[in-house]
Structures are given as structure tokens and as C-alpha cells.
């Protein structure tokens, strides 16, 4: 339990230093943005939004930094992210809340899949040392350093086109009310084929690698060969003794690199015109709409930790150690 | 994207003994570094890696065409003038490569060296001096690297209006070095409570002569590998950060090219000169890097160095293959190896023994 | 002396294959009687810890045996060649006949696994057809036997002290009752008081239980003290063989003298520590002749040249004991 406590106290430390960062970075930006978006929507925007970009912003003429950071979490508590410019007038935290169930699922399900396939491969290629399963390894080391990206791209030109069964783009079939029927839930399946695809194929070799690498150096453990010793069957030795024990780096190597793995899927989102947090950050970044970008790196941040505290909890139920002593 | 998966396991300490430096003595690491340049993996990575770095200094002198002057030959493919097409103004897609090769290579180290500079200085000092000061660096290096960098990139850079090169390889640097300054913390953490180490503490010798001739150079493995990773990193930041086209578009970097590939079409006009030839020259760079990385790996630890010959023979010919928990018997026989006969009959009155040379196996 | 219960013909021991292989073990012979307890001594480099682990298969890549054979007794039953099993008999033979107390119990234990996980999967592999509640109560019962309350069943390894692993060790080795318990310095992360608990448990439990103990340690000390019989490794080779009380009383080939003397005995007379100069040989560069002529101080004209073999000498007590040293020329061979 301590070591939960001491997990989410960090969390939160850490949740209170990107709003911060949040908080500072407008403050960088040369000039006066939000003049030049009351010039931009002449009339269009009310007195009381106009205040909230100047707090957003940081460039409240009258205020010192403190009160308008003290202002700043007084909006974020009450949910107000600002106004999109790119929707305007759409509040950003609707904008995000339309999108954030899609990256949800592309993006979760396809990591959290490829971590199990990736750590399953890796038991395999780790435990059966120097037979096939060495030779996946070149390749996944090519496949991994290849942008997600432009691995989706290649797979738009390959795959797709008016007879496929892939869709080069989108969320779902155009027309379609997102619901759980069955119109919506095949077509929006059928669209993430493909993107699902990309960043797994991308992102699997990593973990293939490291799982390996981590019963590589497991297997030398003297609990293995006490194992042996036993005569245990091989499956006991492999999956319980030596994969039970390699798991455990591995999964808080999940939780430290899902940060940057968030990041690459973006960029899937961005060249399947998928309507996710990623799609939306490119649109974003088109349209100069600030408060949009900063409510998606809030809410990127925040997912993280989550998903970060989530992995602790695996990671607490995995070893026993991290447990109460008992 | 990808995640420096060959620096995972190196975060968690104290889970068997991977990636502990080698403490040897001056003469075995000079034999041992001799060694690193002989493992292939290393070799076909630094020989790759070399062919990159020319060309970025020469590329520009090289390539045939200025990268953005407009010709004739609008959206050709491969052809004797030009080797990868040209795109939709007629510029040959060849020409921006390697001019590009440059901006990348620049900015990828660049940014490796800042960060490279930040984990050492912040993960050795908070490892070596321990107490607060650990407490507060260490609390400092797990927000940045939860925080997911690539969006905070993206996101300062195109506050920053037309981002230079400088400006994007600072940005990526300043961002991406917590990785590293974790592993280099948890290493100098167990170098310090090694005897030699303790010894020099306990003698009074001054902490920067500590530091800088008992610990670096035992760190010097894991440094070059969180440098490679995060010359990895940076070379894919700056290629997305292009190819979403925030950063400046006058500079050509391979991002570049496939930000106006996207832009205009390429696909759709199945113009696949224009995007296949950047997008090799990333995973081929990245996986020159990769396979660098891998060896400090192996090279730090060895265990995970390839069993060499993992199948052998037996005496009566069966193949049988290495492996844990069932040791191979080359053979049954009972009959003792070194040597084969005469029985030693021995003469109590001293008389010469039975000579029996062993041979050597 | 009882029937033998393991009988080793000429074992060899390398690691690695060709040119680079190196030989830890040379055509060793020993042979383990029934319920006796057999100490293995030798500095470390001299190949006991090797020997144990390639007498039953277990030494990790790129361990080799070469050559040999490993004639095991079966309480009923013909003997059969251990080296000669397939994996899968092999498996059924490992820790049903001869199990294994490893070095440094820290590691031992699976980290991940409760205690008593680890006691019921022996049962579960070699005993299928056991329930789940008599299985439970048999690990309970061993932990019993080795002074370890019931309780301690669903601790883990961290949660134990060095001494009570150490004793889950062994009670493991035990629940299948085997023939044979193989120790590998079992004692030496314990402190000295520990060490002799245990030891002293161990040969209680052996006598109730009839198995028979090969006793691995440095400490040449401690096997005067616990086992029945002693061999001395160097180099690879045994040099000498003979009753625990004739090694402490007269041991003949100056190595033994040497490690004797390296050790205080806690029983016994006062002696002086002398200690052996110089260090164990490199196994890629082993001196010609007898291994140990480059360290010994009694070396002499044939030492450097030719091997000694391992036979009864021709003075004293010889009918009991062997040795391999040129100072005492032998009559017999054995092995």
C-alpha cells in the first residue's frame, strides 16, 4: 500500500507540473495572439470569453503571473479548457471528448495488444535461443525503426483503393451516427483495421526485443536451473520460473515508454484521417488553435499517468515484493 | 517512432546483474573495446552510420540538381537524370535526399550531445551524491520522461514560429534526457558502493577525480548507448516534426520531403519514387543505430551475446543443441580422455614412472 | 563399505567446443555409497562445483560433457547411465533420485512464487496423481522436518532470512526422499553458527532417512567434520580420496596438507594456518604433469612432466584411500 501511495503522490506531482508547464508555455508565444483573434472573429466573441483567453494566455494586462495562475486552475477545476479557434466557438473540452474515445481505442487496445504479443513472441524467442526465432530479429529491428508513420503511408499505397476491403481513411463509413449499433461499430472496426495494424507491426519488434533480452538474462538465474533441477516440464520452467520473473522489468518498461509510443500513434491518426486526439492535435496545429493544443497535451499527460498508474497496479499484483511485508 | 527498447532493462536495477560495467583494469577494457569493433552487429552499424555522416558533409556538393529548383519533368519516375524521380514542381527527389541528410544527421546529433550532456551531469550527480539532492533530481527525471515528449515538441516548436534547426534539435534535447539520466543514475548507484569506489571516497580523494576517473569511465557504455537512442529519437522528432510541416520548410530534411509527398497527393498519384526513397533512408539509419545500440548491449552485458555455436555434435554424429537445464554429452563412453594406456604398474624402488604426456584437447 | 549409489566412470567437463573449450573436470572417478555423506573440497576453479552440475546435466551453455558415464543404483532396479537418459527420463530422474541444495539459497527461490508454490510443483510434476490437499500437506510436513513453521507456507522468499531459505532449500530436496542430495557450498552465505545447525540438522535428517550426500564446499574444515569420506579436486582431477578422519589426521598429497592448513578447526587441536602460495592454475593454461607441481612444495623430478594417476598408495592405511601425487607411487589404480 505504501508504494501505491508514494506512486500516486508522484503522479500527481507530476499531473501539477505539466499543467504548469501547460500554464507557462502560451506565455512564450511572441506578440498578442488574442488580439489577433478578436480581430480574426470581429464580434464574434463575447466579453467573458475574451477574459478567458487573456487568462489563458497569460497576457492579462492588469494581473500578476500568480493570480493568473491561481485563475488558471480555477478554469481547469471547472472543466474550462478555453475555446477552440479551429471549432469556434466549440468549447475545446467538447472537441476533446469527441475525440478521446477513438484514440482510446485504436491506441489502447493496439499498444496494450502489441505488448502481448510482443512479450509472448519475446518468451519464445528468448527461451528457444538460437533456433528460427533468431532470425525474426533483424527484421523486427527494421520494422522498428521505421516511422509509424510512413510505414501507414506505405500501407495506404499498398493496401487501399476503390475495390479494397480497406478504407484509406477515417473513423467510419462517412454518414454514419456514432452508436453502438450495428452500422456504426463493423464500419468504425473495419476503419481501424488498418491504422491498428501499422502501429503493431511497428511497435511490436520493441517488445520483442526487450522480452527476449530479458529472458536471456533470466534464464541464468540460479532459480531457473533449480527448476531444471526439479524436473519440472518445460512449460512450468519457461512460462512460470523464467517469462513470470523476465515480465517484471518488462511491464515497468511498458508504463516508462508509453509516453513516447503515445506519441508515434499520432502520427497514424494523422495519415489515416483518423478522427482521434491525434488527427485533432494536426488540426490543430494548422489552424494555430492554441487552446485546443494545450487541452490535448493536457489531456495526453493525464492519460499517461493514468495508464502509468494502472501498469504500477499490474506491476504490484506481479511481484511480491513491491507488496506489504507480511 | 520508436521506444529505446535496449535500454529497458537497464532502468530496474537490481534484477540480476545486466548491464553492470565491467570494473576491469585499464589493459582488459582496451582489449575489450578492441572486442566491440569486432562484434558484426557493431560493425555494420558504425560502417552505415559512417556512409550517413559523409553524406551529410558532402551531400550538397554531390547532388546533381539544387533540391528546390523547379524543371520540366513534372511527377517522372526513376530515370537516368533523375535516379528518384522528380516531384510535382519537377524537383529531383534525389537532390533533396541528400541535401537533406545533412539537416537530419545535424540535428539528431545535436540534440543527442544535449541530451546526452543533461542525463550525465543530472543522473551521475544525483546517483553519486545521494539524499535530497537525488530525491529532487530523480523526482525531476521521472516527470519528464512520463510527460510524453513528442507532443510537448510539437507543441513548442510551433508556438516558436519557423523553427530553425538549432531551435528543434535544442527542443528535442532539453526534452528527451530523462531516459538516460534514470540508467545512468541506477549505474552510478551501484558503482559507488563498489570497494574501489568506497576506497577512493573513504581516502579523502576529491569527488570530481572520483567522478571523472573511477566512474565515467565505467559509464562510458551506457552513455553511448543513451546517446545512440537518443539520436534515434531526435532524427524521428525532427523527420515528424517536418512531415506535419510545423517546422520551418525552407531547410530540406527527409521530413520535408514527405510533408510535400503528403501534401500533394503523392499516394493517390501513385508516385511511390517520392515517398519510399525518405522513408528507407529513416529505417535504414535507424536500424544502423539500433544495431550499435544492441552491441553496447551485448558488450556491457554477455549474456545476451548470441551463444556463438548453439548446435554441436556428438561423438556417435546425433546433432544436439545448447541449452539451459540440459547439458550436452558429446559422449558415454567410460573410457578416460586424457590418456588411454599403459596402466601405471609402479616399482616401490624408485624406479622411473610411467611417462603420460596429456595431450591437449 | 555398502553398495554404491552412484558410481562415476571417467567424467569430463568442459566448457565451450574446439579450440576455445576448456576442460574443468578430467576424467574423474568417484563413487558415492549408500547413506554415506561424501565430501567434495577443492579451492574454487578446481572443478567441484562443475562436476556436480555436469554429473546431472544441469551446467548452463556453454558447458560440455565430454565424456564419461554416471552409473546410477535405483533403490530397485538395474543400474543405468544418467548421462545416457533422454530428456524426458531425465526429467523424471531429477530430484525423484538426486536432488540438489544449491549455493547462495538467496537466489534459489523463485522471487515471484510463494513458498509453498514451490514445494507443491515438484509434487505436481512427479507425482500427478497426487491431491492437492495431500500435497499441500506434505510441504508442510517437509517444512516441518526442516524446523520451519506451517505458517511460513504462504510467505515468499524475501520475506524469509538467509538461514530459513536455506532450510526450505533443503526441505525441498527431501520431499520426494531421493536417493541422493547433492549440496553445492549450501552453507556459505550463512554465518558460522548457522552453518553448523543446519549441517548438523542435514545428517540427523540423513540417518532417519537413509540418503546419501555429496557435500561440495572450500572448507575443508567443515567436511572433516560432517561427512564420511573426502575427495580432493584440483585442477579438475581428484588427488586425493580417503576417510574424513585419515585426510585430517595424515592427509598424503601436499595440496590437501596445504587446504587443511588453510582453515582453523573448530574441534580438534590448535594447528597454524599456513595457507597454499601462488593461486589456483587457469584452466586454458594448465601446467603439464601434475597440476599442482608449479604451487607445490614438495615437488621433484617427474612432477612436471607426467601425469599422476589416482591409486592406492603403498604405504599405511592404502587399502582405504587413493591419491594422485608422485611422492606416493601407486600400486593399483582405481577407476
Redesign the interface.
Known amino acids: 500500500m505504501r508504494f501505491f501511495l508514494q506512486r500516486v503522490a508522484f503522479y500527481l506531482f507530476t499531473a501539477w507540473a505539466a499543467i504548469t508547464l501547460n500554464f507557462f508555455i502560451p506565455r512564450l508565444i511572441p506578440g498578442d495572439p488574442v488580439q489577433a483573434l478578436i480581430t480574426k472573429y470581429q464580434g464574434q466573441l463575447s466579453t467573458k470569453a475574451i477574459e478567458s483567453l487573456y487568462v489563458l494566455f497569460g497576457i492579462d494586462k492588469n494581473g500578476n503571473v500568480w493570480s493568473e495562475y491561481v485563475e488558471y486552475w480555477k478554469q481547469l477545476f471547472a472543466g474550462d479548457l478555453g475555446l477552440s479557434f479551429a471549432f469556434f466557438p466549440t468549447p475545446v473540452s467538447e472537441v476533446l471528448s469527441d475525440s478521446i474515445l477513438w484514440t482510446l481505442m485504436l491506441v489502447g487496445v493496439t499498444t496494450i495488444l502489441s505488448f502481448v504479443i510482443g512479450t509472448g513472441l519475446g518468451v519464445l524467442a528468448g527461451w528457444r535461443r538460437g533456433s528460427w526465432t533468431d532470425g525474426l530479429l533483424p527484421v523486427t529491428t527494421f520494422f522498428s525503426s521505421v516511422p509509424y508513420f510512413w510505414l501507414g503511408i506505405i500501407a495506404i499505397y499498398l493496401l487501399t483503393g476503390p475495390d479494397s476491403f480497406f478504407p484509406s481513411g477515417g473513423g467510419a463509413e462517412v454518414g454514419l451516427v456514432p452508436a453502438f449499433d450495428m452500422y456504426f461499430i463493423p464500419s468504425a472496426i473495419q476503419h481501424s483495421l488498418l491504422p491498428a495494424l501499422t502501429i503493431l507491426i511497428s511497435s511490436v519488434s520493441g517488445w520483442i526485443l526487450s522480452m527476449r533480452n530479458m529472458m536471456v538474462t533470466v534464464s541464468s538465474e540460479d532459480y531457473i536451473t533449480v527448476a531444471h533441477a526439479k524436473g519440472l516440464p518445460e512449460r512450468r520452467v519457461a512460462l512460470g520460473y523464467a517469462a513470470r520473473n523476465a515480465l517484471l522489468p518488462n511491464v515497468s518498461g511498458f508504463a516508462l515508454s508509453l509516453g513516447f509510443i503515445v506519441g508515434g500513434t499520432f502520427l497514424v491518426e494523422i495519415v489515416f484521417s483518423y478522427p482521434g486526439i491525434g488527427f485533432q492535435l494536426f488540426q490543430a496545429l494548422g489552424a494555430n488553435d492554441y487552446p485546443l493544443m494545450q487541452g490535448i497535451f493536457l489531456i495526453i499527460t493525464i492519460s499517461v499517468l493514468v495508464a502509468n498508474l494502472l501498469a504500477d497496479v499490474v506491476y504490484l499484483f506481479l511481484d511480491p515484493r513491491t507488496r506489504k511485508e507480511g | 517512432m520508436t521506444i529505446p527498447t535496449s535500454s529497458i532493462e537497464q532502468v530496474i536495477p537490481g534484477q540480476g546483474s545486466m548491464a553492470q560495467p565491467e570494473a576491469g583494469k585499464p589493459a582488459k577494457a582496451k582489449r575489450q573495446r578492441f572486442l566491440f569493433l569486432s562484434n558484426r552487429k557493431a560493425a555494420a552499424g558504425l560502417i552505415i552510420l559512417g556512409i550517413y555522416i559523409v553524406l551529410a558533409i558532402i551531400g550538397p556538393w554531390i547532388a546533381p540538381f539544387d533540391p528546390g529548383a523547379r524543371g520540366e519533368d513534372l511527377m517522372q519516375g526513376p530515370s537516368s537524370e533523375h535516379w528518384m524521380g522528380t516531384t510535382h514542381l519537377g524537383q529531383d527527389v534525389y537532390s533533396q535526399l541528400l541535401v537533406g541528410t545533412r539537416s537530419v544527421i545535424f540535428v539528431g546529433f545535436l540534440a543527442g550531445i544535449v541530451a546526452t550532456l543533461l542525463s550525465v551531469i543530472i543522473g551521475v550527480t544525483a546517483g553519486y551524491v545521494g539524499g535530497k539532492t537525488d530525491e529532487v533530481l530523480s523526482a525531476l527525471s521521472n516527470v519528464f520522461l512520463v510527460i510524453p515528449a513528442l507532443p510537448l515538441i510539437i507543441i513548442v516548436t510551433s508556438i516558436m514560429e519557423n523553427a530553425g534547426e538549432w531551435v528543434v534539435a535544442l527542443v528535442i534535447g532539453f526534452t528527451s534526457w530523462s531516459w538516460n539520466a534514470r540508467v545512468l543514475r541506477a549505474q552510478t548507484l551501484s558503482l559507488r558502493r563498489r570497494d574501489y569506489v568506497e576506497a577512493a571516497r573513504a581516502t579523502g580523494e576529491r569527488s570530481g577525480r572520483i567522478i571523472t576517473f573511477e566512474l565515467l569511465p565505467n559509464l562510458t557504455a551506457v552513455i553511448a548507448s543513451g546517446f545512440v537512442g537518443t539520436v534515434i529519437f531526435a532524427v524521428l522528432s525532427e523527420i515528424t516534426l517536418a512531415f506535419i510541416g510545423i517546422t520551418s520548410s525552407n531547410t530540406w530534411n527527409w521530413g520535408t520531403i514527405l510533408f510535400w509527398a503528403q501534401g500533394q497527393q503523392a499516394l493517390a498519384r501513385s508516385a511511390w519514387w517520392w515517398f519510399v526513397p525518405a522513408g528507407l533512408a529513416i529505417a535504414i539509419l535507424g536500424t544502423a543505430l539500433s544495431l550499435i545500440n544492441f552491441a553496447i548491449d551485448e558488450f556491457v552485458s554477455p549474456r545476451l551475446r548470441s551463444a556463438g555455436k548453439t548446435k554441436i555434435k556428438t561423438n556417435s554424429g546425433r546433432t544436439v543443441r545448447m541449452r539451459i537445464g540440459f547439458t550436452p554429452v558429446l559422449s558415454n563412453s567410460p573410457e578416460p580422455i586424457t590418456h588411454a594406456s599403459p596402466i601405471p604398474v609402479v616399482d616401490h624402488n624408485g624406479a622411473t614412472p610411467v611417462v603420460r604426456k596429456e595431450h591437449a584437447s | 563399505m555398502s553398495a554404491p549409489v552412484l558410481e562415476i566412470?571417467?567424467l569430463?567437463?568442459?566448457y565451450g567446443?574446439g579450440d576455445q573449450?576448456?576442460?574443468a573436470v578430467?576424467?574423474v572417478n568417484l563413487t558415492l555409497h549408500r547413506g554415506e555423506v561424501l565430501g567434495l573440497a577443492g579451492e574454487s576453479g578446481s572443478g567441484k562445483s562443475t562436476l556436480a552440475?555436469?554429473l546431472?546435466?544441469?551446467?548452463?551453455?556453454?558447458?560440455?560433457?565430454?565424456?564419461?558415464?554416471v552409473i546410477y543404483h535405483p533403490a530397485e532396479g538395474e543400474p543405468y547411465?544418467v548421462?545416457?537418459l533422454s530428456?524426458e527420463r531425465?526429467?523424471?530422474?531429477?530430484?525423484?533420485e538426486t536432488?540438489?541444495v544449491?549455493?547462495?539459497a538467496m537466489?534459489?527461490?523463485?522471487?515471484?512464487?510463494?513458498i509453498s508454490v514451490q514445494l507443491t510443483?515438484?509434487l505436481r510434476?512427479?507425482e500427478p496423481k497426487m491431491s492437492e490437499t495431500s500435497r499441500l500437506a506434505r510441504a508442510r510436513e517437509m517444512l516441518k522436518l526442516v524446523g520451519i513453521a506451517a505458517d511460513r507456507m504462504?510467505?515468499?522468499p524475501?520475506?524469509l532470512s538467509g538461514g530459513m531459505r536455506q532450510r526450505v532449500?533443503i526441505g525441498?530436496a527431501l520431499i520426494l526422499q531421493p536417493q541422493v542430495v547433492i549440496m553445492d557450498e549450501p552453507t556459505t552465505a550463512l554465518d558460522v553458527v548457522m552453518q553448523r545447525q543446519i549441517l548438523g540438522q542435514l545428517i540427523e535428517l540423513r540417518e532417519r532417512l537413509g540418503f546419501s550426500v555429496i557435500f561440495i564446499t572450500h572448507d575443508l574444515s567443515l567436511l572433516v567434520e560432517f561427512s564420511d569420506r573426502i575427495a580432493i579436486m584440483y585442477g579438475g582431477r581428484i588427488v586425493e580420496e580417503a576417510p574424513a578422519a585419515a585426510i585430517y589426521r595424515d592427509a598424503l598429497h601436499p595440496y590437501s596438507k596445504g587446504l587443511l592448513g588453510s582453515f582453523p578447526a573448530l574441534r580438534g587441536p590448535r594447528r597454524e594456518l599456513t595457507g597454499i602460495p601462488g593461486s589456483p592454475p587457469d584452466l586454458k593454461g594448465?601446467p603439464?604433469g601434475c597440476s599442482f607441481h608449479p604451487r607445490c612444495p614438495k615437488a621433484f623430478d617427474?612432477c612436471a612432466?607426467?601425469?599422476?594417476?589416482l591409486?592406492r598408495p603403498?604405504t599405511g592405511d592404502g587399502r582405504t584411500r587413493s591419491v594422485a601425487c608422485?611422492l606416493h607411487?601407486?600400486?593399483e589404480?582405481v577407476?
Do not use: C
Request: proline share 9%; net charge positive; aromatic share 8%.
Open positions: 566412470k571417467n569430463n567437463v568442459g567446443l573449450g576448456v576442460r578430467r576424467d552440475y555436469g546431472t546435466r544441469l551446467l548452463a551453455p556453454p558447458g560440455v560433457v565430454t565424456g564419461g558415464q547411465d548421462l545416457g530428456d531425465l526429467r523424471k530422474f531429477r530430484w525423484a536432488a540438489i544449491f549455493q547462495g537466489n534459489s527461490l523463485n522471487p515471484v512464487h510463494k510443483d515438484v510434476a512427479h504462504d510467505a515468499y524475501h520475506q532449500m525441498m594448465m603439464s617427474p612432466g607426467n601425469i599422476p594417476v591409486g603403498g608422485w607411487p601407486t600400486e589404480p577407476g
